[in-house]
């Protein structure tokens, strides 16, 4: 029996696990994927405190882990299938394991929406990717397209002027979500063309992307735009759907919680970007994993 199981290991998560660690309980982390979340899939983080010349995502989230492991926490790698409560207890089911804990704080985090238009699906891994730091490189000095406005795709497009000659970036209104930094750093590339008001309608290409059909949306006119990649970051959804009816979630799916990270369900928690809150940050998931942890323990003391 663990005193508390964490699901994720992302920023959050792993935050979670440094204050258990710390806090000397007996604590397992699970993680379905890579150790580290979602922003390994971002280069360098400049927003971090404490590093005024950024630091890349893989060696914050590599101490990150480090500083967990050496309290003794342990992580590994298994996706969680079901939480279930058994009396005042959970059982946590993965596909080959199951583990009961105490306690269960939720740092799933989120994965990328889709823009749900016809050639997507069919040409994902075939030009159309949802992460430039995995698959920029392939586009030395070619043409892509960028679908987005917010942080995400502004950090993206930055990194792809790395590699590709052009890059189109599209976005559905006439001005960016992303921070006013990242604006002004691609309004000065001169490889970057943001194409304004335009939605996409189709991705074009049989074996690989060719093309992408876009309309305008104030005149309604339809343009073919010739590009050899698509890169989408229309925002993330939460990773929740493990969690059945279990706790409270909202229309969305993200994880309802009071300040001090407590679900609807006594004795579960979550944290980080899976969690419904206003600021979706590396340092704000953190955050969320250290207050989930002093709530989880207050909790367990209380079971004693
Ligand atoms: P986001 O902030 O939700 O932005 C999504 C963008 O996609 C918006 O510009 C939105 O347009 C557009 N969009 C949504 N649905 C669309 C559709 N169906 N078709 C076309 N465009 C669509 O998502 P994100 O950029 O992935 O960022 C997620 C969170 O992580 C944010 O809180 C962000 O601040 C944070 N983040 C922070 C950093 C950083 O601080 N370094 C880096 C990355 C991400 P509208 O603008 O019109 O809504």
Redesign the pocket.
């Known amino acids: 029996m663990y005193d508390l199981l964490i699901i994720g290991a992302g920023p959050a998560g792993l935050t979670a696990g440094l204050y258990a660690g710390r806090a000397r309980l007996k604590a397992l982390i699970l993680e379905k994927l890579t150790c580290g979340g979602q922003i390994l899939l971002?280069e360098t983080?400049?927003?971090y405190p404490g590093f005024p010349g950024g630091i890349s995502s893989s060696d914050l989230m590599g101490n990150i882990e480090e500083q967990v492991m050496k309290l003794g926490v342990k992580i590994l790698e298994e996706e969680v299938r079901q939480i279930e409560k058994i009396g005042i207890f959970w059982r946590i089911k993965t596909r080959e394991n199951q583990y009961d804990a105490k306690a269960v704080v939720i740092a799933a985090g989120s994965l990328p929406?889709t823009?749900?238009v016809e050639g997507e699906k069919h040409l994902t891994g075939k030009g159309v990717s949802y992460c430039a730091t995995c698959d920029g490189p392939l586009y030395r000095n070619k043409i892509v397209a960028v679908?987005?406005?917010?942080?995400?795709?502004a950090?993206e497009v930055l990194f792809l002027t790395r590699f590709a000659a052009k890059i189109f970036l599209i976005?559905?209104?006439s001005q960016?979500?992303?921070?006013e930094i990242l604006a002004q750093r691609l309004k000065d590339n001169i490889k970057v063309k943001p194409i304004w008001n335009a939605?996409?309608l189709a991705i074009l290409g049989n074996e690989r992307v060719e093309g992408l059909v876009i309309k305008d949306v104030n005149s309604g006119n339809e343009e073919t735009i010739l590009c050899d990649g698509v890169f989408i970051?229309?925002?993330?959804a939460p990773d929740t759907g493990f969690l059945g009816n279990l706790i409270k979630l909202d229309e969305h799916g993200h994880i309802i919680t009071d300040e001090a990270m407590r679900t609807d369900e006594p004795g579960i928690f979550a944290a980080g970007d899976c969690r419904k809150k206003t600021?979706?940050?590396v340092i704000t998931a953190c955050s969320d994993g250290a207050v989930a942890l002093y709530s989880a323990q207050q909790y367990l003391e209380g079971l004693k």
């Open positions: 971002t983080v400049e927003n929406k823009l749900e679908v987005g406005g917010g942080d995400t795709a950090e976005h559905r209104r960016l979500r992303a921070a939605q996409v970051y229309v925002g993330r600021f979706r940050q």
